[in-house]
């Protein structure tokens, strides 16, 4: 693109001194033609750069992290409707670690006093870090909508 620029320049500086040389009467309206096929080549391949784009998406940084945040999100909702060891292997973790930076409280006694304010004395046992169950692994998890009320109420915090 800046070597399609520059020769665009070199060619319209070009037109106008041989223009100017010429008859100095086209300089001006043989200058603005020149212009405007610089204009009208950048503005093409800039559009075609766009619709190259569309077409097949570019593997950045970004859009690879979008990419892993779109399926570790897809795997944390089918876990929320697994058993309690899902929920306790992969979202209490998640949950109690986004708790604490949200609050900022490290000290056991007042995360569970923020924990129960937050949450109230039905969720915070599922978001309570200390409260993993290894008897229980294979009851049922609180489910997707106990999840969706963690989040929201985390989202207000």
Known sequence: MNRLV????????LIQTVAFLV?????????????????????????????????????????ESLRQWR????AAIAWA??????????LRPRLAREFMLATGHKARDSQQDTGRMVF???????????NVSWADRNGPGPGRAALEEILRRLEQT
């Open 23 to 63: 008859d100095h009467r086209l300089a001006l309206p043989v200058s603005g033609i020149a212009v405007a096929g610089l204009v009208l080549m950048v503005a093409t391949r800039l559009a075609g750069h766009r619709d190259a784009e569309d077409g097949v998406p570019a593997h950045s940084d970004a859009l």
């Open 120 to 130: 109230g004395d039905d969720l915070w046992p599922w978001v309570d870090p200390r």
């Open 81 to 90: 409707d697994g058993t309690r060891g899902d929920w306790d292997r992969h």
């Open 6 to 13: 520059a020769g665009g320049f070199v060619i319209i500086v």
């Open 71 to 74: 399926s570790q999100t897809e």
